[in-house]
């Protein structure tokens, strides 16, 4: 395997942190991206950074995507051979409240990202999207080769936005992009805003936990590491024009006047809210209190993944149970958080 050099925005965040870790313990250099904002403790994304700082292979960069002349740099110092962005502003929720900040950074940002491409070229440009694309949709499992054109938040809209301007810098400029729509993503290390991470910390504390829709949420719970992998496979398999693609009935996945893609990325399983409520209680040996709440502004009752595009370009399947997975983060959260019980 030739080792190649990977600009990772995002490098401070929860799945940054953990492609960055992987690419780094295979021996490719990464240049890593991440203005480390407050957005949740700083605390927790400087640990994940210490753990990439162990890695001589690994240079960070502490800069603001939206900051034009600080990503050309990084470009014009480094040429990486791949560029993967995984740098946003996330959480669903948090967009009702501050919208402006999405569009600085999922799309002022993004933007930014596609001009470095555009003038030092790269072997692939792979970037997070999301499952919150498929918005109003309910035909399932989810497939990228259908029409996802109802975003019910503003998160969703700026990272459907993403595909779109992908869309057009690939054809302008052939920079081969795959964007990724990730899955209910969860593991070790994860931000605080997500539901295990908030889920775990009031169980212990013996707190009740806030359930949505009455617990009557249905989701495909991706295992990080597994993302990760995904991440790396489709890296070193950059797009085509699609040979079949017809303009009459357009595959809004592929194209045939631009070398781009997207993909799913998520576990194939429809997982119940509440299996993975017990599941979580399992591991830590004690009962949660249910605070029952309707569904929140933006919110879908359920997700589910086709991943056979993953699986066709890359022969990869995500395979972690949630019964693993869960596990796993128990156990990092105990001793990150140094408790005994």
Known sequence: MSKKTYVITGTAGFIGFHLAE??????????GVDIVSDYYDVSLKEARLSNLFKFENFIEKRIDL???PAVEQVFKDHRPDICVNLAAQAGVRYSLENPRAYLHSNVDGFLNILEACRHYPVEHLVYASTSSAYGANTSMPFKVSESAEHPMT???ATKKSNEMMAHAYSHLFNIPSTGMRFFTVYGPWGRPDMALFMFTRDIIAGKPINVFNKGNMQRDFTYVKDIA???RRLADVPPGLDPCWDSNNPNPSTSGVAPYRVVNIGNT????LMRYIEILEDKLG?????NMLPMQDGDVPATWADVSELTEITGYQPSTT????IGHFVDWYKSYYRINS
């Open 154 to 156: 503003l998160y969703a």
């Open 286 to 290: 004690k009962k949660a209190q249910y």
């Open 229 to 231: 992998e995904g991440i």
């Open 66 to 68: 939206a900051d034009w």
């Open 322 to 325: 949630i019964e693993e997975g």
């Open 269 to 272: 399983r429809c997982e119940k």
């Open 22 to 31: 992987f690419l780094l313990s295979q021996g490719h250099e990464v240049i």
